[in-house]
C-alpha cells in the first residue's frame, strides 16, 4: 500500500502496473482517472509465447514482456508510463520487464 498510494496514472501517463507469480509474469497500463485497463501482456499472451525459448530464464521472459508491452503502448500513442512495482523489489524479474520497456521506448 505504501507504493501504491503515491502512485496514480492519467490519460496521459498511464500506470505500468506489474503482478508476478511463481511461473508468470503480468503488465498493464491503467488509466486511473477513468478507471480503465488500456493494455495488457503477459507471459501467457501468444505473441509472447512464440517467442520464448525453452533455455530463457524468467527474467529474460519479463524482458520480452516488457519490450511487447512498449510496442502495445506505442500503438496507443503512450510513450510516459509511471511504474507501479507493487509490493515487489526494484530487482529480477520486476527490473528485468522495467529495462525491456525502456528499450521499447516507454520512459518513467
Do not use: N, W
Not at 508476478?20 to 509465447?49: C, F, M, N, W
Not at 529474460?60 to 503502448?73: C, D, E, Q, R, T
Not at 506505442?74 to 510516459?80: A, F, I, N, Q, R
Not at 507493487?86 to 518513467?108: D, M, N, T, V, W
Amino acid at each position: 500500500m505504501r507504493v501504491r498510494k503515491k502512485i496514480f496514472g492519467t490519460p496521459q501517463r498511464p500506470r505500468l502496473c506489474v503482478y508476478k507469480s511463481l511461473k508468470q509474469i503480468y503488465a498493464q497500463l491503467v488509466d486511473d482517472l477513468s478507471g480503465r485497463t488500456l493494455t495488457t501482456v503477459s507471459s501467457l499472451t501468444p505473441e509472447v509465447r512464440s517467442q520464448i525459448k525453452s533455455e530463457d530464464t524468467k527474467s529474460g521472459v519479463s524482458k520480452k514482456v516488457g519490450l511487447f508491452l512498449a510496442l502495445k503502448a506505442k500503438e496507443k500513442d503512450v510513450t510516459l508510463v509511471v511504474f507501479d512495482r507493487s509490493r515487489y523489489p526494484y530487482h529480477g524479474r520486476i527490473k528485468s520487464l522495467a529495462e525491456g520497456a525502456r528499450e521499447g521506448g516507454l520512459r518513467f
